[in-house]
């Protein structure tokens, strides 16, 4: 939600701040801009739309300067529009800065700022706090303080930050301070990279990547000054900080599309590697279990859990769905699967046994990281299962397990929903292993996980096919997704790719329970995607499929290979791979997410920017 970058150096600000915005605009796409410093004067360009209409806006317009913030919306409060696109004005020029997160008590500042004669323009909440920042400005200057200096800016952050209430990753030019650049955060992430007489700020790592490989990651309440030679932190409470130095392990090849049309393709197909990379290293042979490196947790404390919360958002919390089945399955422990957004303002009882893991891409959902702080708070060991390494939600855990799945820039997750599946099957083992399950079972999960990468590659050739059954079906403006036990999350996921990325309406069920009220959608333009591997409730599922072409609704069955009779009923049929009940997930996933892209790709959609949505949702 929202993208911030900005650079304070020798080079042409302007360069950085959209090649960043580029690499960030999978945060948000309803608008773009930047501002230039040059001594004294702050050049501003925004514009709606995207972060090329900006370019196209500043070769028009140049703009020139080493000093520079820039912003990709996502817009909360107010339109999509040129005058409420950031950066915003406070003051009469001394103040602008760009925002990400929400103000919650804008209308009451706002109220407050008109009375002593500020004039809003905007729609947005951003507002406030730049004519805020200002007005504290001005306080200082009336005492005495030079405007010139560091530190009357900082005083007048500091200050105005105090009567703000909501969240916020926020990043300032000052007038009369050239190669000065402030940030601040509370909820919304920044990260700043070091590089040699100059200094990037950026609202995640993307941005840095090929720049510098030293960033130094903000934490809430901390805020940052920084020119170009310096960079000094302060936290509200704890005052002036070492910064904390991290090196970067991504390299710009990780963030190029190859030979690919779209990243979302890219990210399907690298769907056999990632896998492999989440299984790297933690297969054990010897103890017929799983291992990990960041779980944080002694085999006692974890012998001592009897309830699991998984707590996830979107795409994670269908994984977590199916982590709730493989965990009860091999380790027995009961396990409940929560809504973040529900969980964090929910009061369920938990006991000293409960444990929690947040499932995350991202690592910085908001939803997501106020349930984990909230069990945090309450005293519960709190896990992550994360891809984004140094994300907010990764560094507050008390341990957790990394995906490896490289970055994924298409909005709609695809890699990172195998990933999780996999990392949860490897963590369904080692819990199991601690508890009933067997040494040979334990070895014969670890033979079929190694199997994996390759079935993948395998399922990858059913593309052609899902091709083929998109041009039939893509102009249907209904569409069910059906599957039972591991594959009814398979079938929500399915359900939500076609929505996102193909605004047709689609709703995933257990396939049995579609006759409690779905059924009443099916008529011959209302295709049924049913998820029918083999398996012990296969020939129940067939019975469901009966059901909806008994009311003449089109079929297409994902099916394993070898299965001819489905071929009677369905209409089209999508072979997979034949894998154990509990890997089919993984198989299952991928021809859905081909028939959602190629269907989006049918209808003229952005694949890779769906309207409306962000990859990284850090508002409430
Ligand atoms: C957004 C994204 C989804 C993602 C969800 C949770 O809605 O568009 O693709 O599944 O957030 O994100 P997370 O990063 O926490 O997995």
């Given amino acids: 939600m929202c993208g911030i970058v900005g650079y304070v150096g020798s080079k042409s600000a302007v360069d950085f701040l959209l090649e960043g915005l580029y690499r960030l605009e999978y945060r948000g796409y309803d608008s773009a801009g930047l501002a230039v410093q040059q001594d004294h004067q702050i ?333 945090k708070r309450k005293g519960h060991p709190t896990l992550a299962i994360c891809n984004v390494v140094g994300s907010t939600i990764a560094r507050e855990a008390d341990g957790g397990i990394y995906l490896h799945a490289g970055p994924e820039i298409g909005v709609a997750s695809t890699k990172a929903f195998t990933s999780q599946v996999t990392v949860l099957t490897l963590l369904a083992l080692f819990l199991g292993r601690m508890r009933n399950l067997s040494y040979p079972a334990g070895k014969r999960i670890i033979g079929h996980l190694r199997a994996m990468p390759e079935k993948l590659r395998q399922t990858l050739g059913c593309h052609a096919a899902v091709k083929d059954i998109a041009q039939k079906y893509y102009q249907a403006e209904n569409f069910l997704y059906l599957g039972r036990l591991y594959n009814f999350p398979v079938a929500l996921e399915g359900a939500l790719k076609l929505k996102e990325i193909s605004y047709i309406h689609a709703e995933g069920y257990p396939a049995a329970e579609m006759k409690h009220g779905p059924i009443a959608l099916v008529d011959e333009d209302t295709p049924s995607v049913f998820v029918v591997p083999r398996s012990n409730i296969y020939p129940k599922v067939v019975s469901n499929m009966e059901e909806i072409k008994a009311r003449r609704g089109p079929i297409i069955a994902i099916a394993c290979e070898g299965d001819d009779k489905i071929a009677d009923l369905a209409d089209d049929v999508i072979y997979v791979p034949d894998v154990d009940e509990y890997l089919q997930p993984l198989v299952t996933a991928i021809p859905l997410q081909l028939l959602a892209y190629e269907i989006a790709l049918l209808r003229g959609c952005n694949v890779d920017r769906p309207r409306n949505l962000a990859k990284s949702v850090t508002v409430e």
């Fill in 43 to 375: 050049a501003i360009r925004k514009k709606t739309g995207r972060v090329g209409q900006l370019a196209d806006l500043c070769e028009r317009q140049p703009v020139t300067g080493t000093f520079g913030i820039g912003h990709t919306r996502w817009a909360t409060h107010g339109e999509p529009s040129d005058i409420n696109s950031h950066p915003h004005v406070g003051g009469n020029g001394e103040v602008v800065l760009v925002h990400n997160g929400v103000i919650e008590n804008y209308s009451i500042l706002r109220n407050q700022l008109r009375e002593l004669g500020y004039v809003f323009r905007t729609g947005t909440d951003t507002e406030v706090v730049a004519h805020l920042v200002a007005h504290h400005l001005f306080e200082e200057i009336k005492l005495g303080a030079n405007p010139g200096e560091i530190k009357t800016c900082l005083r007048a952050v500091e200050s105005a930050l105090k009567r703000v209430k909501g969240t916020y990753g926020l990043a300032m030019l000052f007038r009369d301070v050239p190669g000065l650049l402030i940030a601040a955060r509370l909820g919304s992430p920044l990260v700043v990279g070091i590089g040699r007489g100059e200094h990037y700020l950026s609202s995640d790592a993307g941005p840095l990547v090929g720049r510098t490989e030293e960033v130094v990651y903000l934490s809430d309440h901390e805020i940052a000054v920084i020119t170009p030679h310096e960079l000094q932190i302060i936290h509200r409470d704890a005052g002036t900080q070492t910064p904390s130095v991290r090196t970067l392990e991504q390299t710009t090849s990780d963030l190029d599309l190859g030979d690919f049309d779209h990243y979302m393709l890219k990210e399907i197909y690298e769907q056999p590697q990632t896998v492999e990379n989440a299984l790297r290293g933690r297969l054990d042979e010897d103890e017929a279990s799983a291992k990990f490196g960041g779980l944080n947790m002694q085999p006692q404390e974890l012998r001592r859990v009897d309830r699991i919360i998984l707590t996830a958002c979107g795409t994670s919390w269908h994984a977590a769905l199916v982590g709730e089945y493989l965990i009860e399955e091999f380790a027995r422990i009961p396990v409940e699967v929560e809504y973040a957004s529900e969980l964090r303002y929910r009061n369920p009882p938990l006991t000293d046994r409960t444990m929690i893991f947040a499932i995350t891409q991202s690592g910085e959902t908001a939803d997501t990281l106020a349930a984990l702080r909230e069990c």
